[in-house]
Every structure is written in C-alpha cells, then in structure tokens.
C-alpha cells in the first residue's frame, strides 16, 4: 500500500514569474542558444510515440521540417493508429490506480522538477526546439517554450494546494472534509501547434492533479513535443501517467472519444474541430462512466479598439506587435482594429514606417522579427486570402501583402483598411500576420463599439487604447463580454500565467482559464466526507415530545 512520504501539511515554493532571457550580444544564454541550434539544424531527430514507459516505433515515419526551411530535415516521427491509442488508453488505466493514489505533494514534485530543469540546463533545447519546429525567433519562443512553460509546472502547483487546503466548515460533534480525487477515467489532451506551453499544459495540469492521459500533440509541433515528454519523464513521470501518441488526428480522436472511460477532453486548437469533437461527445454520452469534463480553447478575433484621445506611439506600436508577433499565429493576436478618422492618417504612416522595418525571414537569423507560418495548407490559405483583399473594391492594401514560397512558407506583415464593418476580414479568424482595419467617423464610438462587440463570433481578447477615462469604463462595458482577456492601453496578446489567466468565450471556448485554479477545478472530482465523533442514540426529535 502507498503511504505518504511526509507526514505533513506542505508548502511547495512560492511560485514566481520566470525572468526572460534576453539573448543580447555576447550574453552567454545568446552563445547556448545557437550552439544548440546549430546542433538540432545538423541532426535529424527520430521521434517515437510513448505509451505505458515504452518507446513505440512503428516505421510509418512523418517528415518533420522547418517551416522557414523547406531543405531542413528536423526529424522523423513514427506514426500510430486506433490499436496504438487503445494502447494508451489501457496504459492510462494501469497507472491511474497508482498515480491518484500518491499524496498531491508526490505528484506536484514531478512538475516543479521538470521546471527546474527546464530553467537552467534544458532551457537551449527546448527553446531551439520551438524555433526551428515551429518557426519562433528566439525572444517568442524564450517567452513560451521556456517561461510560461516554467511557469504553468509552477504555478499549477501552487493552485492545486490551495485546492487540496479549501475545506468546509464543521459544526460541534463532526468534522467535515474535502477531498479533490481525480476524475474516474482518462484525460485525452489535443494539444496545438503555435505554443510549446499550451502543449505541456494541458496533459500535464490533469495529471498534477490525480488524473492519467493520452496526448496528442500537433503534426506541426511534434519536434518540442518529443523534448516536452523526454522532460517529464526525466523529472520521474511514472511510466503511463501521460502517453504520447501520435498519428491522423480524426482517427486518434474517434479511438479516444469512443471509449467507455473518457473522463475528459482538454482541446486547444480550431473552432471547427472543438465543435466536431464536443458533438460526438454528445453523440456517445449514453456509452460513458462519467460524464466527460469538456475544456477548449478554441481561437479569437481579437479586436484594438482605439479613440481619439489614444496615444498615438503606444497604439501604434501594439497594433504592429500584436498582429505581427509569430506571425499573427496566436489565438490572442490583433487581427481586427477600430481607428477614428481623425487619428488614422498619422496612425496610418507611423504604422507603414515601422512595418517597412521588419524583417522577415530564417529565425535562426536573431534579427528577424518574423518568420513563416507553419506549413504550406497555412500559406494557402492566407495567400488566398490576401489575394481576395487586392482584387476587392472594398478593401485597401495598406502595407504588405507578398507571399514567397520558394525558401520557406513565407507570408509578409500586410495591413488591409475595410470600408464595411461586417466584412469577412474583420469577422473570420485568419491565423496569421493579417491585419483588417476600419476607421470610424468620430462622434459615432458607440455605434462603432456595438460594431466591435458584434462584429465577430470570438470573444477570447481584445484592447482599448484611450487616455480619456470616461470613455475607458463606456468601452469597457460595452465590451463586457467581447473579451476574457481585456487589455486597456496594452496589446491584446502576452498573457502572463498567475497575472492574466487566459480564456475566452462565445466561439473562443469554455473560458476555463489556464494559469488559474479555475482549470485545475476541472479536474477533479470532489468527494465530501462527514465524521460524526458521538452519534444519535435516539430516533425521535425533541419536537415530537408531548409537552
């Protein structure tokens, strides 16, 4: 039988937020982090799944190459099918008995582990890693694969405590207990391309708190994936607490969401798919123990809501940083901007003139502030798109607009002005380095906000730039439910786990805010338990006495 190692109400570290490495001229980080993507550009990494402590290989390999590269082989990754994820699943329910039944602690030292090594010695691997497989520069994949990474192992441990220690009150003769278990089943985690965070995140925060996984984790990111699990299972992740598989993503989900112990789905990714996956939840949900925990989020369109009393620099600046960091592929990226007229000519040659000084191109090349977006389905569809805007009376090429294909999927910073409103650009997701932009008459800002709050399905971010209070509090409310995350004179993106728990809802998900407490409550099933120290003797009341 398993016992506690400690008989003792524990603290873990008191989390903070990880330092940002800077990677500046002839700082030694810089030096480590082109050493090792020096060495990950000269080897081709083979990656198998993991399933119940074993390495798979199957032999059906996929070809993993670096987006801003078509000549750069990264790795081979083995690809699974349906009896490969039945085999996760039953290794999940091995290790689940064994796994829920370790204190919290036990589990929580797993992952503060893994953060530990993953801020000092593996830190240049995974950050090149993310680079090289998913096309980061260097400063957007410190900020993901490094420090909200770090910071998710961390903090989650910090809120599962909290969890563990809130209990109800208890009355005089009892003691009233509550205990957090872990769902009855397993958490199959579909984990996205565009953030190596989001990726460990979401197998792992089911996990800390009892639960076991089968994870798959995008055909776009399966480089930092592999250096993902060969983390945990260096920091002593038992062998089938999270399996890695990998494989065609409808197939592995029909095996998942099929099975009678599905506990829970834990999604990132497109609406479209969250929507599919969720109906045929829907469509099993006689077949199951439990009913399964639905947790997703599932992209945005997110708005930069200026006034005329906006400064113009820092508006500038956060609509050129927001819509164009990692190439507009964040699901809190500025795709959509209201400018009143009277601003926009000013805003209109600031924003050209700092456009005109991006550079694009190989990541591994530290000036570059963009690099490509993720594969050639991706470059289709936006090239699509952009192409579509030129020929559209409606719309106006402001800047941008080239789509090179010949080294990398290459797609340029474009900003489009709409003169309609309602127009596709400025309603439909497009997921990469495009900005829509529609200028408003000045004296219309409440229509203009009732636009802004319409205008799209998402509801995941969005900004107000405005020096003038009142109109703060009137956007601010307006665009109540516009927004899980709203930033007020800041860019829409750069959520910081512990300060802004990221979410949103309408089309953007279930708001379940990662980097909370919020998320892990979850996944955890709550058992109450009552002691009665001296009970009842009698049967009657004293109210059914004679008097």
Request: charged fraction near 20%.
């Amino acid at each position: 039988m398993l016992r506690a190692m400690l008989d003792a109400i524990a603290s873990p570290p008191l989390p903070q937020n990880e330092p940002i490495h800077a990677y500046a001229p002839g700082t030694p980080e810089r030096a480590a982090l082109k050493a090792e993507l020096a060495r990950l550009s000269s080897t081709t990494v083979e990656i198998p799944m993991f399933i119940g402590g074993e390495e798979v290989r199957t032999g059906d390999l996929q070809e993993v190459r670096a987006p801003h590269r078509h000549d750069l082989l990264l790795a081979r990754a083995h690809q699974g099918n349906t009896e490969h994820v039945k085999r996760a699943i039953e290794a999940a329910r091995r290790a689940h008995k064994g796994w829920a039944s370790l204190p919290w602690t036990a589990r929580a030292a797993v992952f503060l582990k893994a953060a530990d090594m993953l801020s000092t010695r593996l830190r240049p691997t995974m950050n090149a890693a993310t680079m090289l497989g998913q096309s980061k520069t260097a400063y957007q994949a410190e900020i993901d694969a490094a420090c909200e990474l770090i910071d998710f192992l961390r903090f989650n441990v910090h809120y599962a405590r909290q969890i563990a220690a809130e209990q109800p009150g208890s009355s005089r003769g009892s003691w009233n207990m509550q205990e957090p278990r872990p769902l009855e089943g397993f958490v199959f985690a579909s984990t996205p391309f565009n953030f190596t965070a989001i990726a460990g995140n979401l197998p792992t925060a089911p996990a800390l708190m009892g639960n076991t996984v089968v994870w798959k984790p995008s055909a776009n990111a399966l480089l930092s994936a592999h250096f993902v699990m060969n983390l945990l299972r260096e920091a002593g992740l038992p062998d089938g607490v999270i399996n890695l598989v990998m494989g065609p993503p409808e197939e592995v989900a029909n095996a998942c969401l099929a099975h009678q112990d599905l506990a829970g789905l834990h999604f990132t990714g497109s609406t479209e798919v969250f929507q599919a996956l969720w109906r045929r939840i829907g469509d099993n949900i006689g077949n199951y123990r439990t009913y399964p925990r639905v947790v997703g989020e599932t992209g945005g369109k997110d708005f930069v809501f200026a006034h005329k009393s906006a400064d113009l620099e820092g508006l500038a600046v956060a609509l050129v940083r927001g819509a164009y960091e990692y190439q507009g592929q964040k699901c809190s990226a500025a795709s959509r901007a209201y400018v009143p007229r009277s601003l926009w000519p000013a805003l209109k040659d600031r924003l050209v003139g700092l456009m005109e000084g991006l550079r694009m191109g190989d990541v591994a090349d530290f000036r570059s502030f963009l690099g490509a977006v993720i594969d050639e389905r991706a470059h289709k569809r936006l090239a699509g798109r952009i192409g579509a805007a030129k020929g559209d009376p409606s719309c106006t090429l402001i800047a941008g607009g080239g789509t090179p294909a010949d080294v990398g999927w290459f797609v340029e910073p474009t900003l489009i002005e709409v003169r309609d409103p309602k127009h596709a650009l400025m309603r439909d997701e497009l997921f990469g380095p495009v900005l829509a932009l529609w200028v408003y008459p000045d004296g219309e800002e409440e229509a203009a906000l009732k636009q802004c709050d319409e205008g799209s399905p998402y509801g995941l971010t969005g900004a107000i730039f405005a020096r003038d209070r009142m109109f703060i509090e009137q956007a601010a409310s307006t665009l109540r439910f516009a927004a899980g995350n709203l930033y007020i004179n800041d860019k829409p993106t750069g959520a910081v786990v512990g300060q802004q728990p990221f979410g949103g809802g309408r089309a953007s998900g279930t708001n379940d805010k990662a980097g909370s407490s919020l998320n892990l409550l979850r996944w955890v099933s709550p058992r109450v338990v009552k002691e009665t120290f001296d009970p009842p003797r009698e049967v009657g009341y004293p109210s059914m006495r004679e008097a």
